[in-house]
């Protein structure tokens, strides 16, 4: 049965003789998706455009700092093994995104899709798994010196107490990577604030100002972050923009979510680093993953514009 074109803009033509035939259901419908699309471009508009990005941004932003003071959440510092302070502050991140990007973008917007950008996403965050793995091992590595005598010292560090799994809180310290340094914290980066950047200032720009969003948000808050320094600094910011990357590539975080939790499972309570492992040490490992990703990123960085993913 033929009907007018809903796509067509302009007002809901009078019944005729060929729209006689609508049922009045029929009819109803048709109306109500025109007034819904006419609404949606009233709503999204390169106009207000920068009022959605700073809502999508900001909103949460301001919802997660009221509830640190709130809560008297200490941003600084890291405690010994768990670490709930920054909890209260993730949870509300996590929560307010949740909201405003269902009013805004909905759950595919967000970047919460399944098929094939799900399983995209794992591959390419996996790279950056392995290089995580291979560069957190490098302080074990042997070293070789000279002494006096100029005989060769070969010091190799056992690992007994750098890969020893611990069973005490390790399902609590799995869930909390997994549900507030992972998901809650790239719901809002990658998430709503992806997309809210994307129609700004475009998909690129999104993953880079969305993974700096991510690293500075990691450095502040990430168990990750054992010293305060540049180079811990320009290592979240690393892995923000990568996963930035991965974000805008696939069109989906719960790879990269799921991946992340793992990354850091393994790298970081698996292979704890023990009390006496210099600084050093640690700039080591962040030294090696910063070129590992780098490397990552500029293969997997898009060429045209068909690679984006919003």
């Known amino acids: 049965m033929p009907i007018y074109d809903t796509n067509r803009p302009g007002p809901v033509p009078a019944l005729s003789g060929m729209t006689k035939r609508l049922t009045v259901l029929q009819f109803h419908h048709v109306c109500f998706i025109r007034r819904r699309r006419d609404h949606r471009r009233y709503d999204f508009t390169p106009e207000n ?3 959605r990005a700073a809502i999508a941004v900001l909103v949460p932003l301001g919802v997660a700092l009221l509830v640190g003071v709130l809560t008297s959440t200490v941003l600084y510092g890291r405690a010994d093994a768990f670490r709930p302070s920054a909890v209260p502050i993730l949870a509300a991140l996590g929560i307010a995104s949740w909201f405003v990007g269902l009013r805004l ?3 595919r917007g967000m970047g919460l899709r399944g098929g094939r950008p799900l399983f995209a996403g794992i591959g390419f965050a996996v790279l950056a798994w392995v290089a995580l793995l291979v560069a957190r091992l490098l302080p074990s590595l042997p070293t070789v010196s000279f002494n006096p005598d100029g005989q060769a010292v070969v010091q190799m560090s056992l690992l007994v107490e750098v890969a020893r799994i611990q069973s005490a809180g390790a399902g609590r310290e799995f869930l909390y990577l997994l549900l507030f340094e992972a998901f809650a914290t790239q719901l809002w ?7 809210g950047l994307a129609d700004w200032r475009g998909p690129l720009s999104a993953a880079v100002l969305g993974g700096l969003l991510f690293g500075a948000t990691g450095y502040i808050l990430f168990q990750e ?8 600094l320009i ?11 991965i974000r805008l590539r696939t069109g989906s975080i719960l790879g990269i979510v799921l991946v992340q939790a793992l990354a850091s499972f393994t790298a970081w309570f698996v292979f704890q680093p023990p009390v006496d492992l210099p600084v050093a040490g640690l700039h080591t490992v962040y030294f090696a993953v910063i070129v590992l990703y780098a490397i990552i990123i500029w293969r997997l960085w898009p060429k045209v514009e068909s690679d984006y993913r919003v």
């Open 49 to 51: 455009a920068p009022a």
């Open 105 to 107: 973008y909905g759950l």
């Open 189 to 195: 980066t990658f998430g709503v604030g992806f997309h």
């Open 225 to 232: 972050s054992f010293v305060q320094d540049w180079i811990s």
């Open 235 to 245: 290592y979240f910011l690393v892995w923000g923009v990568l996963y930035g990357i």
